[in-house]
Structures are given as structure tokens and as C-alpha cells.
């Protein structure tokens, strides 16, 4: 990762049920409403979101407040794509109220240094939706780059996938 910034003071903890009750609820506004969950299965991806071994953290502010939460492998892969290459593939998400005022980079950053350290990663992969222009810049800002672009099965979407060396 090369591009600094001022990191954002920042703690990862493993999601717990609050947590996850309350980034169920969380709702974006159009296009990034396609990162909502939906309420007809609230109790199936709870269980999900707190599964360990889907290695969800809850990213939290100093004063102990959600802010976000990613995860790190299997889940940050999208059906289609190839990821036979070894990297610890990244999932993120930012509370709605928050998206939009120029600190995704500084989330990015912390996310993927948490996770290459945490997980002792040489490469780092995230898969981002290609619509998505703006998460895709946040990444390029930090190094990474597109390595392929293909269709999700089953829905027809279209996804990139961007890694960087750590």
C-alpha cells in the first residue's frame, strides 16, 4: 500500500450481536441501496454476520461508536470471480451517515492494515461492485489495481477485483 494518509483513530473488535443488529438496520440511498440488507432475512444474516469463521470485526471510533465493519476472506468474494491467486480478500462497509465525506481512504487504509497484520498478508484483494466508481478510486488511492473485471452468477452484476502487495 503506498499512498499515505492520516490514519483515523480507529478499533477493530469482533462483531458482536448489538453490532450486527444495528448494520442490519443500516440503510443507503440510491445506488448504494444495493448494499442494504434485506429485512425478510434479518435472522439468517445475523447468524451470518456472527459466524466466526465469516471474520467480521466491528470498526469502532475512540469513543467506543460504530462506524463500520469489514471482513476478511471467503466473504469478500462474489460468485464468478477468480480468486485462485493467494490474498486476504477485504469487505467493508460504512455507516450511511457517514459515506460521502471524503474519509473512505482513511477507512480503507485502516481496514487493510488491520487485516495485513492481523492475518500476516502479502497481498491484499477487494471485489467491488462496478458501479461502485467511488469505492473503486478509495483503493486505487491506496495502491490497489484491477486485475479483473467479470459477471456475477445468477444476477448478471458486474464486479471488478483490485489487489496491491502489501
Same mark, same amino acid.
Given at each position: 500500500?503506498?499512498? *499515505?494518509?492520516?490514519? &483515523?483513530? !480507529?478499533?477493530?473488535?469482533? !462483531?458482536?450481536?448489538?453490532?450486527? &443488529?444495528?448494520?442490519?438496520?443500516? +440503510? $443507503?440511498?440510491?445506488?448504494?441501496?444495493? *448494499?442494504?440488507? #434485506?429485512?425478510?432475512?434479518?435472522?439468517?444474516?445475523?447468524?451470518?454476520?456472527?459466524?466466526?469463521?465469516?471474520?467480521?470485526?466491528? %470498526?469502532?471510533? !475512540? @469513543?467506543?461508536?460504530?462506524?463500520? *465493519?469489514?471482513?476478511?476472506?471467503?466473504?469478500? @468474494?462474489?460468485?464468478?470471480?477468480? $480468486?485462485?491467486?493467494?490474498?486476504? #480478500?477485504?469487505?467493508?462497509? %460504512? +455507516?450511511?451517515? &457517514?459515506?460521502?465525506?471524503? +474519509? /473512505?481512504?482513511?477507512?480503507?487504509?485502516?481496514?487493510?492494515? $488491520?487485516?495485513?497484520?492481523?492475518? /500476516?498478508?502479502? @497481498? !491484499?484483494?477487494?471485489?467491488?461492485?462496478?458501479?461502485?466508481?467511488?469505492? @473503486? +478510486?478509495?483503493?486505487?488511492?491506496?495502491?490497489?489495481?484491477?486485475?479483473?473485471?467479470?459477471?456475477?452468477? /445468477?444476477?448478471?452484476?458486474?464486479?471488478?477485483?483490485?489487489?496491491?502487495?502489501?
Amino acid at each position: 500500500m503506498r499512498r *499515505y494518509v492520516k490514519p &483515523l483513530s !480507529l478499533t477493530f473488535r469482533q !462483531l458482536e450481536k448489538e453490532y450486527a &443488529l444495528a448494520i442490519l438496520n443500516w +440503510r $443507503y440511498t440510491s445506488p448504494y441501496d444495493y *448494499y442494504n440488507f #434485506d429485512a425478510d432475512t434479518v435472522q439468517e444474516d445475523l447468524r451470518y454476520l456472527l459466524d466466526v469463521k465469516n471474520a467480521f470485526c466491528a %470498526i469502532l471510533n !475512540l @469513543q467506543g461508536e460504530l462506524e463500520g *465493519y469489514c471482513s476478511f476472506g471467503s466473504d469478500g @468474494q462474489v460468485p464468478g470471480g477468480d $480468486y485462485s491467486a493467494e490474498a486476504l #480478500d477485504i469487505g467493508m462497509g %460504512i +455507516r450511511p451517515d &457517514l459515506v460521502g465525506q471524503g +474519509r /473512505g481512504k482513511q477507512y480503507a487504509q485502516a481496514v487493510a492494515r $488491520y487485516g495485513a497484520k492481523q492475518y /500476516g498478508a502479502q @497481498q !491484499l484483494r477487494v471485489t467491488i461492485a462496478e458501479f461502485n466508481k467511488r469505492a @473503486q +478510486r478509495v483503493w486505487e488511492q491506496l495502491g490497489f489495481e484491477p486485475v479483473e473485471k467479470f459477471i456475477k452468477i /445468477g444476477s448478471g452484476e458486474k464486479f471488478v477485483v483490485m489487489t496491491c502487495a502489501v
